[in-house]
């Protein structure tokens, strides 16, 4: 793999114009990626599953480039027709369409072929190959006091001829004072056995408000790793929800700086998985000063030979007193072959602290399913129904009532 | 009255050292030594294989190094693997014939060595250094069959017992310092329960560091034959020095067909001065094997010294119907590290396990909760309650909860949590209201959040514990 990957990496940077500080600054993320490679079990944070096997066994070996120049036509994708939104489209790891058709259009500056000059910090190697390989950046900004009337849907696709490749994108979102932004992002793919690696940046000025909602429901043969950095002003909120279904293998990794006071984090995922999935959400929520809040909510619903994990951490440095964290996962496991691993943890160096965490796990409660069949529904209702209700408890801790409606109607989920 | 208490006990009172000649073995470790340390125990060669096999292994394991406290470069190679007081070079037949120095010793740590003090009911086998020192208790012991001596006594008198189970808990492959502790051990407390007995009284080790530069590895192997029960303690202190010594026990527990093992340990280490230098590293491997149906393992522990504890008591639920449980206090103060908590792993059926672990940190200090609870695949029907609390006082320390869950049987269930919090102003001032200085206070509170795990103890080694807890938070409030 060594071998394609260098060349590949010569292939990238021939074929594409970087500045010397450019291609300086791919080389050493490309070096650190040459050193450590996919992450493994070694590492902490995949303590629970072997990228690199998951690579091998699903994928086998893969090419590292990918020449957008020949195929800049749009595969047709299918778009989202209940809501009115704004459009980002991903083909392949390259921005292919931006369309702020909604908005003002002073209000929102658009900088595509951002590059980056230095590490600022090392974060993990899947990080590294995404600097290295990536091509130039978009960052988006939003001016201050203004919020976005619709929301914006990122498409992430492939082309139907891309196999056997990775492909990286990355945007960085700035949003200024008092500012309202919120993002879906939705995966059509068009090919399989594909490494899709995403990095997100999200800078949130005071005040400002971000909801972030991930919905992976195609079903697909794709391997999958977002990571999506948030560093948060005093008074901001941000949203995640993460709807985990679709994908073969999909690692959602979230790291929260909380930076000013009375910022908050909430972070909330479903994990529904049928066969062989398996998915993971991690989470990094930094309590860095005074007063900041935090809440996460992560419910599974297991059948067959899938796998969800579950890594939630709380940090609360010395100085963040008066932090509140709390932490819930649950998961019910429907099949004796699915399994359900979690690692809710707790750092904490404040004393004038409230955190805490609780994880279950277990089958669904026959006593309920009996009550439910005592009153007519059959087996197959009752269970529905309590999966429904189980599951409803998530989706209902969405604030966005349109998009609330729309991943109800996705997941079939009626109250 | 309390005050002069706390005055006598505020700084470590175990701290003292007693002279006394010893034996040592020559500094450092490679096979010569663990040759020394065989011959001079007369070990038959069985054993002698079995240490340089560990040995081997031990060649190309290394240490660990994602616990949480992080500690220098340990010089393997610059401490004394064998101790022993040197009148203990033909060993004495009864407790008349100890060193008087010795006796003293014992005493003056309130171990029931002697006749009068027989009356407490609790046989104890004393480690001194490497060697066990003396066994109570023998006579009415031995007419139920209960075998209770040091380990190197076992080796010679009751071999097929030794060989049977030596090793299978923790095998010769485990982590780096279990497989060095096979390697080196030197002695420990044995005990075997014959089928269908209770044991009559509480069976006790004391352990002791007394000489410098010297590393204890005790290993302790407490079988109980089908249907019988026994409940053991193990006590610990060591003198006050400026280096850091290194504790590495192994204990092997294996409960056969109904039997129940009830394993409590009140450690209280030196764990260094106010700075944080010298003190103890305690990274002990203890692990408990439910090997028969309908078994029970129970460990509680009562961390207070050492200044850095580092262990895992595990229970493998192999039986069906087997039960484990942890009970834990750790309690940290000025620059003690803790990372600590249990392994659950269920394989039989309908076995069910719970852990409740408190941690209190103040100070300078860090504690962390760390265990792992895994239900496999065949452990149908299985069910585990994990609750762990820390209670944190002043912001220079640190308390972390690490669980590691893993459910791979759609019958089973797992349930965990955790808080941290501090002492609620309001219950401090309720108490302070009462008349309670706010030291008295804090030990009130405490001793209420840590009750739960304290109740698990025997009653002599509670109210020890409940003191020892008011005292390890001295001078963290106010």
Known sequence: MEEQLKIDFEKNLKNFSYSDQEKKFKEINFKEFLKQGFPNRKLENWKFSDLSQIIKSNIGELSFYNNYSKENQIEKIELINELEHNKLIIVDGKIVKIDFKFEDKDKIEVLVDQSEKTIRKNINSLINLNNAFSNKFCKIIIKKNYSLKKPLVIYHSTNKNTHFSNTNSRIDFKLEENTCLRVIDIFKDNSEKNFINIYYNFELDKSSILKNYKIDKTINNNVKYSYNNVNQEADSISETFILSSGSKFFKNEINCDLQGQHSSAFVNGIFDLDEENHHEIKSNINHLVENTKSYQLVKSVLEKKSKAVYQGKIFVSSEAQKTDGYQLSNAILLSENSEFNAKPELEIYADDVKCSHGSSSGSLDENSIFYLMSRGLNYKEAKKLLINGFLLDVIEKITDGEIKNLIKDLMGVKE | ?478
């Not at chain 2, 009068?116 to 250094?129: E, M, P, S, T, W």
């Not at chain 2, 006579?139 to 017992?161: D, M, N, R, W, Y």
Request: proline letters at 4%.
């Open chain 2, 1 to 478: 009255m309390r005050d002069k208490q706390i005055e006598d006990l505020k700084d470590y009172k175990y701290g003292f050292s007693t002279d006394i000649e010893s034996i040592k073995a020559p500094k450092g470790l490679n096979e010569d030594v663990i040759k020394f340390i065989s011959n001079i125990k007369k070990e038959p060669k069985w054993l002698l294989d079995w240490r340089l096999k560990a040995f081997e292994r031990l060649k190309v394991l290394k240490e660990p190094d994602w616990q949480k406290p992080k500690y220098p470069k340990i010089d393997y190679q610059d401490l004394y693997y064998y101790s022993a007081p040197k009148s203990f070079n033909d060993k004495p037949k009864s407790l008349d014939e100890l060193d008087p120095k010795l006796l003293e010793t014992y005493k003056k740590l309130g171990i029931p060595l002697q006749e009068q003090k027989r009356l407490n009911g609790i046989a104890v086998d004393a480690v001194f250094d490497s060697v066990s020192v003396a066994t109570t208790f023998k006579e009415t012991l031995t007419k139920q069959g209960i075998i209770f001596c040091s380990i190197s006594e076992a080796v010679q008198e009751h071999p097929e017992l030794v060989k049977k189970y030596l090793g299978t808990v923790i095998p010769l492959t485990d982590h780096f310092f279990a497989t060095l502790n096979s390697a080196v051990f030197t002695d420990g407390s044995f005990v075997y329960i014959p089928p269908g007995v209770r044991c009559p009284m509480e069976l006790s080790t004391y352990f002791r560091i007394n000489a410098s530069d010297t590393g204890q590895f005790e290993r302790t192997l407490i079988i109980a034959d089908k249907g019988s029960y026994v409940s053991y303690l193990e006590g610990c202190t060591a003198p006050m020095r400026d280096e850091n010594q290194l504790h590495a026990a192994n204990v092997e527990l294996i409960a056969l067909e109904d039997a129940e093992i009830k394993y409590s340990t009140v450690q209280n280490w030196y764990p260094g001065d106010k700075d944080g230098k010298g003190g103890i590293y305690n990274f002990v491997t203890k692990r408990g094997l439910c090997k028969g149906n309908n078994s029970k393992i129970s460990w509680t522990q009562v961390e207070t010294g050492s200044a850095i504890t580092w262990k895992y008591p595990s229970c493998i639920l192999k039986g069906d119907n087997s039960i484990g449980e942890f009970y834990s206090i750790a309690i940290t103060n000025n620059h003690q590290k803790a990372d600590t908590g249990t392994k659950m792993i269920h394989l039989g059926k309908n076995t069910k396990s719970k852990i409740i672990s408190k941690g209190i940190s103040a100070g300078y200090s860090d504690m962390t909760y760390r265990g792992l609870v895994d239900i496999s695949p065949n452990a149908t029907n299985s069910n585990n309650f994990t609750q762990c609390d820390s209670l944190l006082m002043g912001n220079k320390c640190g308390a972390h909860t690490v669980p590691y869950i893993k459910n791979k049987n759609s019958d089973s269930n797992i349930a965990h949590e955790a808080t941290t919090s501090k002492i609620s102003e309001e219950q401090l001032h309720y108490c302070q209201q009462r008349g309670l200085n706010a030291e008295e206070a804090v030990g009130l509170i405490v001793n209420g959040f840590c009750k739960e795990v304290l109740q698990q103890l025997p009653m002599e080694f509670a109210v020890e514990a409940q003191k020892l807890v008011g005292i390890s938070l001295e001078g963290s409030v106010g």
